[in-house]
């Protein structure tokens, strides 16, 4: 069953079309890749699940449920956590401290409460405390915990993006180019992480320019060009598609 449905799903910006007519769905425990050139909307898809910007057309769907017109902060407490492609850490906090700012909207207890220190408070703020602490050891920066955000290498701190989305305990997870600027080694260990949240039974949709990362870690591909879903299937049968390799894969190296 599908767990996430985009039904002709249209984003125009003025009168450019940035995603036209898109309908597709993700599978639950899936890891589905979304590929295409630069400027192809994947980014703006994310956008329009994750609620930072509005529908122009369209429905999107999340466990049968619509999401439309609701908050970010909201679609964050149905269980959908993302990553962003330019990375947005509070580089002056610690690594820590960046992964407790995405639990906030996840915590039960009101401002009364907290303002009195009531015991449930105290044992709900311990309980964050801890999933913060697993999460960056999952991804292998709980030695870091007290450093500066913005002292980490890139790599880390692509790393740090994602602990802070699995603190939010999604059921659902977007990653906006996880691998965008590391290094062979850094890709590897992010290869293994990936490994290690589909074992948690968490479904991802991913944008990447990797290939190579796409093919290891994908079920299942979309492919945009222009605003529009031009393809889609299983990586092997992807990668062979003379649409696909004309739209994009048969482009010079153009990462960023
Ligand atoms: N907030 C916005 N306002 C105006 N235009 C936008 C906005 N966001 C995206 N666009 C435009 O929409 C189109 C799709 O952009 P998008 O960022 O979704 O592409 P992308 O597939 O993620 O590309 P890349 O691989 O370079 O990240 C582009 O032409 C972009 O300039
Ligand atoms: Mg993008």
């Known amino acids: ?33 979304l590929i295409g050139p630069n400027g192809a909307g994947k980014t703006t898809v994310f956008n329009l699940i994750t609620g930072s910007i509005r529908l122009t057309e369209g429905d999107i769907f999340f466990d049968g449920k619509s999401l439309k017109g609701l908050r970010p902060s909201r679609i964050v407490s149905l269980g959908i956590a993302r990553t962003f492609q330019s990375i947005r850490l509070f580089q002056g906090l610690s690594v820590l401290d960046n992964v407790l700012s995405g639990c906030h909207c996840r915590m039960r207890s009101g401002l009364f409460s907290s303002l009195l220190h009531l015991p449930g408070q105290r044992r709900e703020e311990k309980a964050v405390l801890e999933r913060a602490m697993i999460e960056l050891e999952f991804v292998g920066l709980a030695h870091l915990f007290r450093s500066a955000a913005g002292s980490l290498p890139y790599g880390d701190q692509r790393k740090l993006e994602i602990a802070r989305a699995l603190a939010t305990d999604p059921r659902f997870l977007i990653l906006d180019e996880p691998a965008g600027g590391m290094n062979e080694q850094e890709t590897m260990t992010l290869r293994e992480i990936m490994k290690a949240i589909r074992k948690r039974n968490i479904t991802v949709m991913l944008i990447e320019h990797d290939m190579s990362f796409v093919m290891h870690v994908c079920d299942h591909l979309l492919v945009m060009e222009n605003g529009q879903l031009i393809a889609q299937g299983a990586p092997q049968e992807i990668q062979k598609n003379p649409k696909v390799i004309e739209a994009y894969l048969g482009l010079e190296d153009d990462d960023e």
Do not use: I, P, R, Y
């Not at 039904?7 to 589905?32: I, N, R, Y």
């Open 1 to 33: 069953m599908a767990l996430l449905s985009l039904q002709k799903v249209t984003k125009t910006f003025g009168g450019l079309v940035a995603v036209s007519d898109v309908s597709c769905e993700v599978s639950s425990d899936s890891v589905v890749g």
